[in-house]
């Protein structure tokens, strides 16, 4: 069992930047790939970045890609969400997730979620 506990989401203005952290515990952090998905009001969750157990490997959506940083600390038992220039479109509910055998952008592969933490961004 893995838990996932989802910190820093809060409202922003367009064009500013949030960080997103999501706290592991249970089994072994680094034995795991990490996904954030989010999930905005009267849409499907969807996929936004995922990163290999190593750290080595990153993967972005199109929407996201060059705007989030996705990055983890193994040691710290830690994966964060570097949000810059945001807009409101990014608005949702974001999702941290953890499964093992590598990276996928598909939700219903991952077998653990944290609750999410909502990020608003809004003038």
């Known amino acids: 069992q893995v838990e996932l506990v989802e910190t820093g989401g809060g409202l922003v203005q367009p064009g500013g930047s949030l960080t997103l952290s999501c706290a592991a515990s249970?089994?072994?952090?680094?034995?795991?790939?990490m996904g954030w998905f989010r999930q905005g009001p009267g849409k499907e969750r969807e996929f936004v970045a995922s990163i290999s157990a190593s750290g080595r490997n990153t993967f972005y959506s199109v929407p996201v890609k060059g705007r989030f940083t996705i990055s983890r600390d193994n040691a710290k038992n830690t994966l964060y969400l570097q949000m810059n220039s945001l807009k409101p479109e990014d608005t949702a509910n974001y999702y941290c997730?953890?499964?093992?055998?590598?990276?996928?952008?598909?939700?219903?592969?991952?077998?653990?979620w944290g609750q999410g933490t909502q990020v608003t961004i809004s003038s």
């Open positions: 249970g089994r072994t952090f680094s034995d795991y790939a």
């Open positions: 997730a953890a499964r093992l055998f590598g990276t996928s952008t598909e939700a219903g592969l991952y077998s653990y």
